[in-house]
């Protein structure tokens, strides 16, 4: 391994320079330094060290405070070098910027360079059964022990929780509050006796959700993370940066690599994990369906052929640019220190719509070879894959419905349903099981 393998580059201060420079600059230091031959582990440790990782993090924390549009190309200049990115999954999506933003120090150092490097996976221990867009209404219970916390409860919808080193867990740590008021955040260890995670299988053959089940699990008191009974406020945090980065989509380099300590992909050859198979991510359906959808419409001549089609196939595209342009609001806003109330909101809300759009062109578009799936149906059944994965985008992340309150209430200011659940203890309100 050249010496050049092992540099690590210090983050650039907060620039001017165009995106000629910044695309010159990632890729002379991806071209000194990518190696097939590497380990995914040491590749992502690489990336982290260089704070290529997560450019659009603060540059205490591995980042290099560029906006969220020079990110993208970071990100798109690895991939042209032929080279994969940092590591996927809800740690840089969730985790890592929930805990830069509310965690003590001691806590961003303890995980965040596991997190930016992939060295420890997460999932996010949210949905309840009877907690699913009344959030605050959990039941999951967390009794202080000492220096530890014991976790009862059972959680659903649990995204990579079977791959998952950590979780970001909601529990209630006292019910005789208002329900919102009564609730904690922790990042429990996943690899103990007390958890039990069951794959969920949906319609389209794969399990990307789990059910799980807490039996008298543990978690330290330091692994709280701001601060007890302040967990809605965390908690929210968590959802702001999910349907941030649910509605703004991705580009740039692909991998199949899992981060975490599960799979075992961390020691094996990072060179085989290039441009891997991600059809199954949740992401990557919600951030690349419609364009896939779009350049199928235009390699289709019965598709352009048709003007009703084409008219519908233009409203996506309309869809895919309006998008584009509210990133493009976002940055320009932030760039002097603004933030637009509700953007992200109206960002998961495209997203959906963009969904729809594809569950009703791509059958369309195939026509009857459009109900085929697997590897007899055109482009391998990923059309239908996505048709049948569309539903989900509008349901997870908060439904569409709880989606139009919260832009109504907190930004357009309209008053809210009559409700006496913020007031009243959480062990008096009445449920269908009576009260608490």
Not at 107 to 114: E, L, W
Not at 374 to 386: C, L
Request: aromatic share 6%; hydrophobic share 40%; glycine share 12%.
């Amino acid at each position: 391994m050249s010496d050049a393998t092992t540099s690590t580059d210090k983050p650039s201060e907060p620039s001017d320079r165009d995106n000629s420079e910044l695309r010159a600059e990632v890729s002379s230091w991806v071209t000194a330094n990518w190696d097939p031959d590497l380990t995914v582990g040491e590749w992502w440790t690489m990336l982290r060290d260089a704070h290529w990782s997560v450019p659009a993090w603060p540059s205490e924390w591995f980042g290099r405070d560029l906006s969220r549009g020079e990110a993208v190309v970071v990100a798109e200049e690895i991939a042209k070098a032929g080279a994969i990115g940092p590591p996927g999954g809800l740690g840089l999506l969730l985790a890592g910027p929930t805990i830069i933003a509310q965690g003590t120090d001691e806590q961003k150092q303890r995980y965040i360079p596991s997190i930016v490097d992939g060295s420890e996976a997460w999932c996010q221990l949210f949905s309840e059964p009877e907690a699913g867009s009344d959030l605050a209404s959990i039941r999951t219970s967390a009794l202080r022990d000492g220096d530890e916390w014991i976790i009862n409860g059972q959680k659903v919808w649990t995204s990579a929780g079977h791959i998952a080193d950590l979780g970001m867990l909601m529990a209630r740590t006292d019910p005789t509050v208002p329900k919102h008021a009564g609730i904690s955040y922790f990042a429990p260890p996943m690899h103990q006796d007390g958890i039990d995670i069951r794959p969920l299988k949906e319609m389209t053959g794969r399990a990307l959700f789990n059910e799980v089940f807490i039996s008298d699990a543990r978690v330290a008191h330091d692994a709280l993370i701001g601060g007890e009974g302040k967990g809605w406020a965390v908690a929210n945090t968590t959802l702001m940066f999910e349907r941030s980065g649910l509605g703004a989509g991705g580009t740039g380099a692909t991998s199949s690599a899992v981060p975490g300590t599960v799979h075992g992909h961390l020691d094996k050859r990072v060179g085989d994990f290039v441009r891997g198979d991600t059809s199954g991510s949740g992401a990557a359906m919600a951030g690349g369906g419609a364009s896939a959808i779009l350049k199928l419409a235009t390699s289709s001549g019965a598709a352009m052929s048709d003007p009703v089609l084409r008219d519908d196939i233009m409203k996506l595209h309309t869809l895919v640019e309006l998008a584009k342009m509210t990133n493009k609001r976002a940055k320009a806003a932030k760039a002097i220190g603004l933030e637009i109330p509700g953007l992200a909101n109206l960002s998961k809300l495209m997203m959906s719509d963009m969904m729809r759009a594809i569950v009703d062109l791509g059958p369309r578009i195939l026509g009857p070879a459009g109900q085929l799936a697997g590897a007899s149906a055109p482009h391998d059944g990923a059309v239908t894959e996505m048709v049948l994965f569309a539903p989900g985008p509008s349901i997870y992340g908060g439904t569409d419905q709880i989606q139009r309150n919260i832009i109504g209430e907190r930004v357009l200011g309209l008053p809210s349903e009559p409700r006496n659940d913020k007031t009243l203890p959480f062990n008096e309100l009445r449920t269908s099981k009576g009260a608490e």
